[in-house]
């Protein structure tokens, strides 16, 4: 800086005043803090780089199924489809087992995540045992306790009707107790269930068999007589409702 007289003076400010010392803190801790926020921007965008690149990669591209035909194949599929591009470390079990609650005809299932981006399902379908109308719509009664619309399935099923008002798992336990007794299912056209709790079958030589509501196994040890006797021939009507004795008929009436 010029004085008056054109001479030039020059200040020095020493660096063991307190002045000195307090500028230099607060310069470093202006930069300190600048190169702080440069790294958090920094660490920020990679952190936002690695999760867009981690949900790209784990996106779920595609769900392979197997235990299914072709239509039934395609209608799971549409369900599913709203997971597609879902993060498949964030899908749950329970997400996937909504899906199958509306498909009756599953018996068992096995999900697979196959990283990084696709679903896997093996599908166990349930044998049809019988079919029932409800409402005037075909059902088929399964053998996991459930009943699906026929309109559902492909490929059509011939089997026995069931008619009157009854509870799946009742009529599971009556084919059990025939099973275990040795009785061929395969005889069998129709099922008729009472409100008294007892059945009635009807065999394919239109033969009427008559049980009671209770002592089944007698009932069907006295019905192994009958047929082992070879008189199913001669015969329409087999009434076994009364303990111990079978009444044989040919009349129908």
């Known amino acids: 800086e010029n004085d008056i007289n054109g001479s030039s003076k020059q200040f020095y400010v020493s660096k063991n005043s307190s002045t000195y010392k307090a500028n230099i803190k607060k310069i470093k801790k202006i930069l300190n803090k600048e190169k702080k926020l440069k790294l958090d921007k920094l660490s920020t965008l990679f952190n936002l780089n690695f999760i867009d690149k981690i949900n790209s990669i784990t996106s779920i591209k595609s769900f392979e199924i197997s235990g299914l035909n072709k239509l039934e194949e395609q209608n799971l599929k ?26 009756n005809y599953f018996e068992n299932y096995i999900v697979k995540k196959i990283f990084p981006s696709k679903v896997k399902i093996d599908i166990q379908k349930t044998k049809f045992l019988a079919r029932t109308i409800t409402d005037g719509e075909e059902f ?94 001669n015969i329409s009507i087999i009434d076994l409702r009364v303990p111990k004795k079978a009444i044989i008929t040919n009349d129908t009436n």
């Open 140 to 233: 088929y009664v399964g053998s996991n306790g459930k009943k699906t619309k026929s309109s559902l399935i492909e490929q059509k099923v011939n089997l026995p009707y069931i008619f009157g008002k009854f509870e799946v798992n009742d009529f599971l336990r009556f084919q059990e107790l025939l099973l275990n007794n040795d009785f061929n299912l395969n005889i069998i056209t129709d099922y008729y269930f009472f409100k008294l709790g007892r059945w009635d079958i009807k065999t394919e030589k239109n033969i009427l068999i008559k049980f009671p509501s209770n002592n089944l196994e007698s009932a069907l040890k006295m019905y192994k007589i009958i047929y082992q006797q070879n008189l199913n021939d």
């Open 78 to 103: 549409k369900d599913l489809n709203k997971y597609i591009n879902s993060n498949i470390l964030k899908l749950k079990d329970d997400q996937i087992i909504n899906v199958f609650e509306n498909y």
